[in-house]
């Protein structure tokens, strides 16, 4: 077995190994594989890219950040996109536990939120980051 195809120690088995996301190919020709804290910032990443209801055998799945897509960018919308970035994980990413959620609006991007994602992986309390830029491209 290679590095790649090993299983994971057996005190690290609980973060996972899969196919990468996106899919991909590696530098062997073959489908990539994430790994470990890889795999669950990729987890992390899938869930705030899908829209709930999106998926048809997985309606709960997602985030429901795409339904403040086009709503002005006050106070009360920020707190929605935390609120929903915060359920989302806490709900449907048990190897986490989210440690804060903020939204930063750039002057420079004005269609754009970043949404900054503090988190810690339960099985080795190492603390970790997510930067999620939401873009909105329509009508700009």
Known sequence: MTAATSP?????????????????IDARGRLA?????AKVEQAIWLILSTATGERVMRPDLG??????????????NRASLVDAVRRALTTQEPR???????????????TTALLRVG???HENNSVHNLVYPFYVTEGA
Do not use: M
Not at 63 to 76: K, N, S, T, V, Y
Not at 96 to 106: E, G, K, N
């Open 8 to 24: 994971l120690p057996p005190g690290r088995a609980y973060l996972g190994q899969g196919l990468a996301f996106p899919l991909r």
């Open 119 to 121: 988190y810690r992986i």
């Open 33 to 37: 594989v994430a790994r470990a804290e």
């Open 96 to 110: 986490i536990a989210v440690l804060s959620v903020t939204v930063d609006l750039p002057a420079s991007s004005p």
């Open 63 to 76: 985030c429901a950040i795409h339904g403040l897509l086009f709503a002005p960018a006050d106070a009360a």
